[in-house]
């Protein structure tokens, strides 16, 4: 999945110091997402023993404050920082060494974030008696979803609020419910290369399965051998969207190319696909995209644009690191081809395989709903926005999520089995992508499936927030999906014909839920390490809204009689009450402190029961 990158590159710093009052201002224009701001002790200015920056940005949210030194350092002394609405005391920790030998520099970070909630002047100051060359404030990458320089914004903004772009994203949010498909030659292995599962290779890296040619690095010629055994069942594409279909899913995202390069669908501009490469002989996109249609189903493709192991050279890291080493800044090779990487440039890669391969697509698919972008990490700001605009030239109605880069996206994801909090503030829809298990291709041995209360929770939490779900499966090499994984989707589908109401259709209600605080997923490896033991009560209750209505989800059976706080009058009148799936009628009182309700005659089912309330208007 996606690529981790903490830095990024070709950024333009401008200086401009304005003199007046004695105070330094400094105003940092950049050519990439990142918006930092460097704070130069040089530029500093005195006061009271005290260094001082005054500086402008553009940009709001969360931010990591580093500090860089001159050659390499164990440790930092403590520090102190102040902003207007931060004050710090602390050793910073060392993150990382960068540079070349002899040009080395240490980079130090704090714990905590500064948030910067206006745009405009801030001031910054800063204690310490060991020297340093430079403070940086970057966007905290965990809540920030990218920044761009701002070159492009007017034409991005004319295409992402088209009449046509905006008639998806309604359905888009609309929707809540999707189908994520890791699928390629890798599902073959299941996780395991010459006898070898993916976490005893003596590589780095994610250890999810379609990783397998990059945790083993498996050099390109032998890795491509697995397309000549890469034979699926006929009936793959009408048996996964069934299921899609019968799990309550609105959408299926296919992997058209992940990041081995291979392409699952008829592609002129490489041989390295299913037609030409495999016994198969037909096109699986095409294939699982008229089934999908016939279901009723909306249709989008996976397509990793900024890695391809087997045609995209080193995803651009050399070009990278030799600027980034000049800065100061870690590179992370993580992605990267470094262990056999095509001898072409990655501008020629752009152009003569990826951006063609998009058109490809776009054309084969004349339906397409939406592009899932991944491997953005070491992309200029200039393709990125090209592969934007060339979708919306040859079909405008397809949305683009933002991993295509910078903020070229018409709508976010949250991370890899990231679920944010409530207080984070997503300014486009956004979904959360999701597994069944701890990988996203088929992985033979990895049992540890999700259960339906588990699975339930998340979407439900999910579109509480306002979000969708794209939830994966990981069919093996023959398109079969694991009989247990396909067991708990229908399940959550047999959930969601009963209440869907509740989440189809839906937005965020003033209030997301009450009842108990618990942290959600923090990622693929996080699930995986801690698995699941949340436990619920009568009095976890979660909201969303449609129209004069709003619904309220729980997990469990019901007591004899619910208290719900945020129904009080201050939140709406209420008019009418019932349960989802349930004709009988019940009593309800509602005053300036919560609501009241009558349950003694609902018994509710396992995975608990959904209030409809609706409103005086």
């Given at each position: 999945m996606k690529i981790k990158n903490s830095s990024r590159l070709f950024f333009l710093l401008l200086l401009i110091i304005i003199n007046g009052c004695n105070k330094k201002v400094e105003k940092i224009i950049y050519q990439d997402k990142n918006n930092w701001i460097v704070l130069r002790s040089a530029n500093a200015k005195i006061v009271d023993e005290k260094q001082e920056w005054t500086f402008v940005v553009n940009q709001t949210g969360k931010f990591n404050i580093q500090i860089l030194c001159d050659g390499e350092i164990t440790t930092f002394p403590k520090i102190?920082?102040?902003?207007?609405?931060?004050?710090?005391?602390?050793?910073?920790?060392?993150?990382?060494?960068?540079?070349?030998?002899?040009?080395?520099?240490?980079?130090?970070?704090?714990?905590?974030?500064?948030?910067?909630?206006?745009?405009?002047?801030?001031?910054?100051?800063?204690?310490?008696?060991?020297?340093?060359?430079?403070?940086?404030?970057?966007?905290?990458?965990?809540?920030?979803?990218?920044?761009?320089?701002?070159?492009?914004?007017?034409d991005w903004q004319k295409m992402h609020n088209s009449k046509e772009k905006q008639y998806t994203l309604d359905w888009f949010k609309k929707a809540k419910y999707g189908m994520f498909i890791h699928w390629g030659l890798y599902s073959q292995a299941g996780g395991?290369?010459?006898?070898?599962?993916?976490?005893?290779?003596?590589?780095?890296?994610?250890?999810?399965?379609?990783?397998?040619?990059?945790?083993?690095?498996?050099?390109?010629?032998?890795?491509?051998?697995?397309a000549k055994t890469f034979n699926p069942d006929k009936s793959f594409a009408q048996n996964i969207a069934k299921l899609a279909k019968e799990s309550g899913m609105k959408?299926?995202?296919?992997?058209?190319?992940?990041?081995?390069?291979?392409?699952?669908?008829?592609?002129?501009?490489?041989?390295?696909?299913?037609?030409?490469?495999?016994?198969?002989?037909?096109?699986?996109?095409?294939?699982?995209?008229?089934?999908?249609?016939?279901?009723?189903?909306?249709?989008?493709?996976?397509?990793?644009?900024?890695?391809?192991?087997?045609?995209?050279?080193?995803?651009?890291?050399?070009?990278?690191?030799k600027e980034n080493d000049s800065l100061g800044i870690l590179t992370h090779y993580q992605g990267k081809n470094l262990w056999d990487p095509s001898s072409n440039t990655f501008d020629e890669y752009i152009e003569n395989?990826?951006?063609?391969?998009?058109?490809?697509?776009?054309?084969?698919?004349?339906?397409?709903?939406?592009?899932?972008?991944?491997?953005?990490?070491?992309?200029t700001e200039d393709q990125s926005f090209k592969f934007y605009k060339t979708i919306f030239d040859i079909n405008p109605r397809v949305i683009v999520n933002r991993r295509v880069g910078f903020t070229f996206g018409d709508y976010l994801d949250a991370g890899d089995n990231v679920i944010p909090s409530s207080d984070d503030i997503m300014y486009k829809p956004w979904e959360t992508c999701g597994t069944t298990n701890n990988s996203w291709a088929f992985k033979s041995y990895d049992n540890d499936w999700k259960s339906t209360r588990e699975?339930?929770?998340?979407?439900?939490?999910?579109?509480?927030?306002?979000?969708?779900?794209?939830?994966?499966?990981?069919?093996?090499?023959?398109?079969?999906?694991?009989?247990?994984s396909a067991k708990v989707l229908r399940e959550v589908g047999k959930w969601l014909e009963i209440n869907g109401d509740a989440v189809y259709g839906t937005t965020r209600w003033?209030?997301?839920?009450e009842g108990q605080e618990k942290s959600l997923l923090k990622g693929t490896g996080d699930r995986a390490k801690k698995g699941f033991s949340r436990s619920f009560s009568s009095d976890d209750l979660w909201f969303t809204a449609k129209d004069n209505k709003v619904y309220v989800i729980s997990f469990v059976k019901p007591k004899s009689h619910i208290e719900i706080k945020s129904l009080k009058y201050s939140n709406g009148i209420v008019e009418k009450v019932r349960v989802l799936?349930?004709?009988?009628?019940?009593?309800?009182?509602?005053?300036?402190?919560?609501?009241?309700?009558?349950?003694?005659?609902?018994?509710?089912?396992?995975?608990?029961?959904?209030?409809?309330?609706?409103?005086?208007?």
């Amino acid at each position: 999945m996606k690529i981790k990158n903490s830095s990024r590159l070709f950024f333009l710093l401008l200086l401009i110091i304005i003199n007046g009052c004695n105070k330094k201002v400094e105003k940092i224009i950049y050519q990439d997402k990142n918006n930092w701001i460097v704070l130069r002790s040089a530029n500093a200015k005195i006061v009271d023993e005290k260094q001082e920056w005054t500086f402008v940005v553009n940009q709001t949210g969360k931010f990591n404050i580093q500090i860089l030194c001159d050659g390499e350092i164990t440790t930092f002394p403590k520090i102190e920082i102040e902003t207007e609405n931060l004050i710090l005391s602390e050793k910073p920790d060392k993150i990382f060494v960068t540079g070349s030998e002899g040009d080395n520099k240490t980079v130090f970070q704090f714990k905590k974030n500064l948030t910067l909630k206006g745009k405009g002047t801030h001031k910054l100051t800063a204690k310490v008696a060991s020297p340093f060359t430079t403070i940086r404030v970057l966007p905290n990458y965990k809540t920030d979803l990218g920044f761009s320089s701002g070159k492009y914004d007017t034409d991005w903004q004319k295409m992402h609020n088209s009449k046509e772009k905006q008639y998806t994203l309604d359905w888009f949010k609309k929707a809540k419910y999707g189908m994520f498909i890791h699928w390629g030659l890798y599902s073959q292995a299941g996780g395991i290369w010459k006898g070898h599962k993916m976490e005893e290779s003596n590589y780095s890296g994610p250890a999810v399965s379609e990783w397998l040619m990059y945790k083993f690095h498996i050099s390109r010629n032998e890795y491509a051998q697995l397309a000549k055994t890469f034979n699926p069942d006929k009936s793959f594409a009408q048996n996964i969207a069934k299921l899609a279909k019968e799990s309550g899913m609105k959408y299926v995202v296919l992997t058209a190319k992940h990041h081995d390069g291979f392409a699952l669908f008829d592609s002129k501009c490489s041989s390295y696909d299913i037609i030409d490469a495999t016994p198969y002989k037909l096109d699986a996109v095409k294939e699982l995209y008229d089934a999908c249609l016939a279901e009723g189903l909306q249709f989008g493709v996976y397509y990793s644009h900024g890695v391809d192991w087997f045609d995209g050279t080193d995803g651009n890291y050399s070009n990278v690191k030799k600027e980034n080493d000049s800065l100061g800044i870690l590179t992370h090779y993580q992605g990267k081809n470094l262990w056999d990487p095509s001898s072409n440039t990655f501008d020629e890669y752009i152009e003569n395989k990826s951006l063609p391969q998009v058109k490809e697509l776009l054309k084969l698919l004349p339906k397409l709903s939406l592009i899932w972008f991944d491997g953005e990490g070491f992309i200029t700001e200039d393709q990125s926005f090209k592969f934007y605009k060339t979708i919306f030239d040859i079909n405008p109605r397809v949305i683009v999520n933002r991993r295509v880069g910078f903020t070229f996206g018409d709508y976010l994801d949250a991370g890899d089995n990231v679920i944010p909090s409530s207080d984070d503030i997503m300014y486009k829809p956004w979904e959360t992508c999701g597994t069944t298990n701890n990988s996203w291709a088929f992985k033979s041995y990895d049992n540890d499936w999700k259960s339906t209360r588990e699975l339930l929770y998340y979407l439900v939490d999910i579109v509480s927030k306002g979000g969708n779900y794209l939830l994966n499966i990981g069919p093996d090499g023959k398109g079969h999906v694991p009989v247990k994984s396909a067991k708990v989707l229908r399940e959550v589908g047999k959930w969601l014909e009963i209440n869907g109401d509740a989440v189809y259709g839906t937005t965020r209600w003033k209030i997301s839920k009450e009842g108990q605080e618990k942290s959600l997923l923090k990622g693929t490896g996080d699930r995986a390490k801690k698995g699941f033991s949340r436990s619920f009560s009568s009095d976890d209750l979660w909201f969303t809204a449609k129209d004069n209505k709003v619904y309220v989800i729980s997990f469990v059976k019901p007591k004899s009689h619910i208290e719900i706080k945020s129904l009080k009058y201050s939140n709406g009148i209420v008019e009418k009450v019932r349960v989802l799936g349930n004709s009988k009628i019940i009593e309800w009182k509602q005053n300036k402190l919560s609501m009241n309700v009558d349950m003694r005659e609902i018994k509710g089912c396992n995975n608990g029961y959904t209030l409809e309330i609706t409103f005086k208007k």
